[in-house]
Structure formats: C-alpha cells, structure tokens
C-alpha cells in the first residue's frame, strides 16, 4: 500500500516556463514533506520541505505548496532551466522523522 | 570524506552467493538509514542506526538480510543466498543527529544484480 502517490512518472516543460510536480498521500499522521532530485548513477539530495503545519515555503526558485485536507502536495519550479532535469521524489516522514518513505518519483524534462 | 561514500558502486554476484555493501557515513554523523530502490520505484526504507544499534529495522524484508554497525560509524548490509529479486540499487544516507531523517545525505548508492 503506497502512502506516498506520484501519479505522473515523466513530465515535459519548456525551458523558462513553470514545472509542477504533484505528489498525494495517504498517512495523516505525516509531519514533514521532502522533495528530493536525483541525477542518473547519484544519490538523492535534498532540494525542499515542508512542516505539516503550515501550507507554503519558498526557496528561490522552489516552491513547495501542501493542502491537508486534500492530502496533496505541490512542487513549483520557476522559471525552469536545463539543469532541473532530473527524477524528482515526493517523500514523507512522521514526527519521529526517523524513516523517509518516498514515492516512485517524476522524471522531468525541460526542452529547450 | 566530504560526503556519504558507498563501495563497491557496482556489484553482479550469482544467485544462491552473499555479499557485502559498505557505506561510509559523513563524519560525526550518528544517524544512518539504509534504502534500496528497485527499477521505477522511489527508495525503500531498510533499516535505521542510531549510534551502535539497529533503531529500526521493520523495513529489512526477510531474515536473508542483516547489516551492522559495530563502531558506531561504518555500516555493513550483508544479504544471504541472494536472490534475482535482490537486483537493486542500495542507498545508504546518513544524519547529522538521531531522528532527523529530513536532513539525511545520500551516497551514491551501490548497485547490485544478481544473475
């Protein structure tokens, strides 16, 4: 049972124009949300979070958007550049925050 | 080092052999969690160290799996009698304190195939 929903695995944007990623979970008792990129043959690393307590946090370029009582959350990129190529994962922790659980990830393209 | 290393980043073994990944954490780093990531899936949580001791192992799938981390630094994941469903990249990500996983640092993973 996957707590953690990437519905989307490819997503193709135009350079300079905005990406969202969405990701759904099933866990209410989640308390912080992650979003991680990964490159081919590298490890994740992590871009953005978000507390469950509030619904917004920007970082640059990077904005995590999260709605509770939809259980949804959003990642915005603005403007896109070649470099945000990558898999992208959605991932959860509870208020332990001793295990991440991720979803199966979003490939993003930006075309030139 | 500078960052979470893992060796060998490339390993093929023969069904029924064991085998050990080793991961490096980033210096006085106590935290340290094992994931495995199978093709077009997100990593899967295995096991958490907390210092010395296994915190959470709940996500080790089956008895054939095993890892330690005597010193408190340095991990091993052992896996017996491998399987062809083993085929997997595993992950190591270490933290700087016990239970903030939401700051872990990934290594670049070892990617195992069992043939």
């Known amino acids: 049972d996957q707590q953690v929903k990437q519905n989307s695995p490819s997503l193709s944007v135009q350079e300079g124009r905005i990406s969202i990623l969405n990701c759904d979970y099933t866990?209410?008792?989640?308390?912080?949300f992650l979003w991680y990129k990964k490159y081919p043959a590298e490890g994740p690393t992590f871009l953005i979070s978000?507390?469950?307590?509030?619904d917004k946090n920007e970082d640059g370029r990077f904005t995590v958007f999260l709605n509770k009582s939809a259980k949804h959350l959003s990642l915005h990129i603005v403007p896109s550049q070649p470099g945000d190529s990558a898999v992208y994962f959605c991932?959860?922790?509870?208020?332990?925050?001793?295990?991440?659980?991720f979803g199966k990830g979003t490939r993003l393209h930006i075309l030139p | 080092g500078a960052g979470v290393s893992q060796t060998p980043s490339n390993k093929v073994t023969e069904k029924g052999k064991y085998v050990e990944l080793r991961c490096d954490p980033i210096?006085?780093?106590?935290?340290l969690y094992w994931y495995r990531q199978s093709l077009g899936q997100g990593p899967e949580f295995l096991i958490y160290?907390?210092?010395?001791?296994?915190?959470?192992d709940s996500g080790l799938p089956n008895d054939r799996f095993f890892a330690v981390r005597p010193e408190g630094s340095v991990s091993t994941l052992k896996i017996q009698r491998t399987e062809r469903g083993d085929s997997a990249v595993y992950l190591c990500?270490?933290?700087?304190?016990?239970?903030?996983?939401?700051?872990?640092?990934f290594g670049q993973g070892t990617r195992l195939t069992v043939v």
């Open positions: 210096s006085g780093h106590t935290a």
């Open positions: 866990n209410s008792m989640f308390d912080y």
């Open positions: 991932a959860a922790t509870g208020v332990r925050a001793d295990k991440i659980i």
């Open positions: 160290f907390q210092g010395t001791g296994a915190a959470d």
């Open positions: 978000i507390s469950s307590i509030k």
């Open positions: 990500a270490s933290s700087l304190r016990p239970n903030q996983g939401t700051e872990a640092f």
